[in-house]
């Protein structure tokens, strides 16, 4: 048997710049963490014909080229594997749709497991490049490189996204002493709604395409946070990142009319109102998660649960997708 997994994420700054309508013509930069959340992969040989796949539904097929699945249909095509006699299963700590990119970790976590069961090892430089182009280039999905990288390398990362297509990885300098910092004021909370990110990204995308000039120069503002956040959590200074979250939510808040709704802002107000220095949602918009860093965890917390919003802990992770056995 062989189990993957793959750790979820949250944006710390830039996130938006990552998709090919913005970076082919002007370049991306974003910064983003890996989360101890986490999508896992197994996979085992049977002693049936068939490959049966388990996700929220179950299918049974005699040829991956025939599972509905569209992501492991073409993670079987991309290695060139039949998948009869396995049996596929997949699991995730968070569900989909929530904004932490779901998406992304189960599909480099798919592909470290059919690439451990083909004896064959992969950077995770690799492997966030196939599973972009799984679901960017195959499936044609609207949404940019972010989640599969992050998941891919783990840690505090910075990925630069060039005009030509390269993606550049560099891990943030970022102190023990501000890692504690933010593991223990930035907090989670979940809003209650799940939404596809391709809706909000495809209104996005169609207007940079079309140089829309306020799309454009929003996400050259975003860009330009991406950078501040990244000089803030290098330099120790999480008072100055905190305003920086608040400032991007300001900017994103206005890219898409689908981006937040009246429940969404009031939450925003009252942790603003209870604690928190800064905030944002997590994740293309629309719902999934609010993120806060905290000046008084302690008023934040109570005044979110009041307001019925459930908080998920965490802590970073540094493994990235990793198989944790193999048998």
């Not at 992969?41 to 490959?51: A, G, N, Q």
């Not at 330099?235 to 905190?242: H, L, R």
Request: proline content about 3%; aromatic content about 10%.
């Amino acid at each position: 048997m062989i189990i993957a997994r793959s750790p979820l994420r949250i944006s710390l700054g830039g996130g938006g710049t990552d998709l090919a309508s913005y970076y082919e013509p002007f370049g991306g930069f974003l910064i983003a963490a890996a989360i101890d959340k986490y999508v896992y992969i197994t996979l085992h040989k049977t002693f049936v014909p068939d490959l049966i796949v388990k996700y929220s539904e179950l299918e049974r097929v005699a040829d991956a080229s025939q599972l509905r699945h569209p992501i492991i249909r073409e993670a079987f095509a991309m290695l060139d594997m039949q998948g009869r006699s396995l049996e596929l299963t997949s699991m995730a700590d968070i569900p989909a749709g929530t904004g932490l990119g779901s998406s992304g970790s189960f599909t480099t976590a798919l592909l470290k497991a059919l690439h451990a069961w083909n004896r064959n090892f992969v950077h995770p430089h690799q492997l966030a490049e196939e599973a972009c182009d799984i679901e960017i280039g195959r499936l044609r999905e609207p949404i940019g490189k972010q989640d599969q990288f992050i998941a891919a390398y783990g840690g505090i990362t910075a990925f630069t996204f060039h005009p030509d297509g390269r993606v550049e990885a560099r891990k943030a300098t970022v102190s023990n002493e501000t890692i504690y910092d933010l593991e223990d004021n930035l907090l989670l909370f979940f809003t209650g709604y799940s939404r596809s990110a391709s809706v909000i990204l495809k209104d996005q995308k169609s207007r940079s395409e079309a140089a829309d000039p306020a799309m454009i120069e929003n996400l050259h503002r975003t860009k330009e946070l991406g950078y501040k956040s990244l000089a803030c959590l290098e330099s120790g200074d999480t008072a100055g990142f905190a305003a920086l979250m608040h400032e991007h939510w300001t900017g994103k808040r206005t890219r898409s009319d689908g981006m937040t709704n009246d429940k969404i802002n009031e939450w925003y107000g009252l942790a603003m109102e209870n604690g928190a220095l800064g905030g944002k949602l997590i994740g293309a918009g629309g719902g999934g998660f609010l993120m806060f860093y905290a000046g008084d965890r302690a008023r934040l917390r109570s005044a979110m649960a009041n307001a019925g919003l459930q908080e998920v802990r965490f802590r970073f992770d540094f493994e990235g997708t990793k198989i944790l056995a193999m048998d």
